[in-house]
């Protein structure tokens, strides 16, 4: 009997997860730009309200528009942090995968030939127990190729929607980048 692991399609995956990371940059982008529109729309009951002169209102823009400025790099610098450390880690990951590969590999074919080397040496009448411990391994090597595609498959989705996101957020951040150096 085999399993075969069932996944829906990459392009679905990532799509399933682009929207709600799409929906959440766009709320963040819509309140943005409603505070930097609503600061100056305010500036006459600032000015009222809290007896302030017009460089104290200047001063409260200026600051305003230096902590959106210096936040944006920083976001966009976070986001190239974070595609650099899972790079690392995906890279690291596809090194002991192919390392416990090989090693079972290996471990595999030492076992078969103890299991050779004692059905040679077997009294008459146990080939079937030799057999036996044949068809187990075979299973045993099924499943274990069953298990290993599977986790290759789930590691091959979620690297596809960890680069939908970083390309979402990526495009997000340009967006916004070009937003401000229009205003």
């Not at 104290?56 to 790099?73: M, Y």
């Amino acid at each position: 009997m085999t399993l075969q692991a069932t996944s829906p399609a990459p392009a679905q995956t990532a799509a399933r997860t682009a929207l709600p990371i799409l929906t959440a940059l766009s709320v963040s982008h819509c309140l943005n730009d409603l505070l930097q529109s609503l600061l100056p729309a305010i500036y006459p009951n600032l000015k009222q309200d809290l007896s302030l002169s017009f460089a104290e209102i200047g001063l409260i823009t200026l600051v305003f528009q230096v902590t959106a400025s210096l936040l944006q790099p920083a976001a966009e610098k976070a986001a190239a942090y974070s595609r650099h450390v899972y790079d690392i880690a995906a890279s690291t990951n596809a090194d002991i995968g192919k390392l416990v590969e090989a090693q079972s590999a290996d471990v595999q074919a030492k076992y078969m030939s103890v299991v050779d080397a004692a059905a040679k040496n077997a009294p008459a009448g146990s080939e079937n127990a030799v057999a036996l411990v044949r068809t187990a391994v075979a299973a045993a090597n099924n499943a274990f190729e069953t298990v290993q595609k599977a986790a290759k498959q789930a590691a091959n989705v979620a690297e596809s929607n960890f680069q939908a996101m970083a390309a979402t957020a990526e495009k997000a951040t340009a967006g916004t980048a070009k937003s401000r150096r229009a205003a």
